[in-house]
């Protein structure tokens, strides 16, 4: 029940993760190469995504 519970969690940041993605300012090539990391390694691409990842235009740095 745990490793369930554990990749549905997976599934629904790896999907949070290629929307923000998609919507993202980056050039189209980013966005492309950043989906298919999040696609082969869901674990690790979505922390990778989070450390490096493309940010949206919607972001403010301060």
């Known amino acids: ?13 790896d999907i ?3 929307y ?6 980056a ?5 492309v190469i950043w989906t298919m ?3 082969l390694l869901p674990v690790l691409g979505f922390i990778a995504w ?3 990842g493309p940010r949206g235009s919607g972001r403010v740095n301060v």
């Not at 519970?5 to 599934?11: A, D, I, N, P």
């Not at 050039?27 to 966005?31: C, Y």
């Open 1 to 13: 029940m745990e490793y369930g519970l554990f990749g549905l969690l997976v599934l629904i940041a």
């Open 16 to 18: 949070y993760a290629i």
């Open 20 to 25: 923000q993605t998609l919507t993202s300012s």
């Open 27 to 31: 050039s189209t090539a980013a966005k």
């Open 37 to 39: 990391v999040i696609l």
């Open 50 to 52: 989070l450390i490096a």
